[in-house]
Nanobody, 121 residues
Framework: QVQLVESGGGLVQAGGSLRLSCAAS????????MGWFRQAPGKEREFVAAINWSGGTTNYKGSVKGRFTISRDNAKNTVNLQLNSLKPEDTAVYYCAAASGGWYDSSYDYWGQGTQVTVSS
């Protein structure tokens, strides 16, 4: 069965950095679009970043562009999200997701359990 397992969350001061990782199994990872989403308390889940199957194309939520970087290692079936210059408003549970559809298909098929990121001011 498909498993997406996130790690790397934690508590960090504003301006700090974290690196989130997602280990994938049970799916054709090297042909899957991968994404990161987040959900803050009382808010809806929102898109953060996505990367295509080869890593050659990425997309970011406007407010994280230039601060966050998504990357993938198809040999290790992992996707990472480097979070720099963190702000208190980045506090959320971050989710890894996998999609079998094309780049312009907004739906994701599989989700991880999430990892908490807390940014203190």
């Amino acid at each position: 069965q498909v498993q997406l397992v996130e790690s790397g969350g934690g508590l960090v001061q504003a301006g700090g950095s974290l690196r989130l990782s997602c280990a994938a199994s049970g799916l054709p990872f090297s042909s899957s679009k991968m994404g990161w989403f987040r959900q803050a308390p009382g808010k809806e889940r929102e898109f953060v970043a996505a990367i295509n199957w080869s890593g050659g194309t990425t997309n970011y939520k406007g407010s994280v562009k230039g601060r966050f970087t998504i990357s993938r290692d198809n040999a290790k079936n992992t996707v990472n999200l480097q979070l720099n210059s963190l702000k208190p408003e980045d506090t959320a549970v971050y989710y890894c997701a996998a999609a079998s559809g094309g780049w312009y298909d907004s739906s994701y098929d599989y989700w991880g359990q999430g990892t908490q990121v807390t940014v203190s001011s």
